[in-house]
């Protein structure tokens, strides 16, 4: 990893700039969840994890409260990780299928994990303003990663979220005229990745039938056909 992009990791997991969120973080990591009363939770803002040279960015909603919050790595440890790797093994993003903690071997190829809030938010819902505070590392990201040709969006608030993202920036004056839907797909703008959407691999969107394995696999096969796809003018 390049030293601007640790230095941002660093940065992030240093980040005090929603009290409500660390004081949530670290409640959580006091009061801890019975099955892990004997581990040491993390209780911090989650870095993001993956490949720097990586052609997709997945972007999803924040840590999990007893998921990442307690590993210390994106998507680690809970149900909605064990799904998301095991697809990404399957589509030959990562090096295995199961994510437990930070110093399990896990190797990422070709994409980059973030989200729209690095610390874990009460209910799973960060608060506008807590992921307004986020974007600033986002943007960032986006700027030091300079392979990204695709961003898949997990759930309706990442896909804001990016959209709010680029019309802030003037790459886009509207949000009206992209829809939200599992597998969409559109180009943005001339020079922007492409946005690929996706519905979260919640546990409550899988135990409901809502998000299948085959459905959030066929995403990332997807994700890397367009980002094999060949450069063009306007291109990203």
Not at 39 to 55: I, L, N
């Amino acid at each position: 990893m390049g030293g601007d992009l640790r230095a941002l990791q660093e940065e992030i997991c240093n980040c005090l700039l929603c009290p409500r969120l660390r004081e949530y973080c670290t409640q959580i990591s006091t009061v801890k969840r019975r099955a892990y009363r004997n581990e040491s939770y993390w209780g911090r803002p989650v870095p993001s994890f993956g490949d720097p040279d990586a052609r997709v960015l997945v972007l999803g909603l924040a840590p999990g409260a007893h998921g990442a919050n307690r590993t210390g790595r994106m998507f680690t440890g809970d149900s909605s990780g064990n799904l998301l790797y095991r697809v990404l093994w399957k589509t030959g993003f990562a090096s295995q299928p199961t994510a437990q903690h930070r110093t399990d071997g896990l190797v990422l190829n070709d994409i980059w994990i973030t989200a729209s809030a690095h610390c874990a938010p009460p209910d799973n819902k960060p608060a506008r303003d807590e992921v307004l505070n986020c974007r600033r590392y986002l943007i960032r990201e986006l700027e030091l990663l300079q392979n990204v040709r695709v961003i898949v969006a997990l759930g309706r608030l990442a896909f804001d979220n990016y959209l709010d993202l680029l019309r802030v920036a003037g790459a886009i004056t509207h949000k009206s005229g992209f829809v939200f839907g599992h597998g969409a797909t559109a180009r943005t703008a001339p020079g922007q990745p492409w946005l690929l959407a996706s519905y979260h691999p919640s546990q409550q969107n899988t135990s409901t039938g809502k998000l299948t394995e085959a459905m959030l696999t066929q995403v990332f096969i997807t994700a890397r056909d367009l980002a094999s796809q060949p450069v063009t003018a306007g291109s990203p």
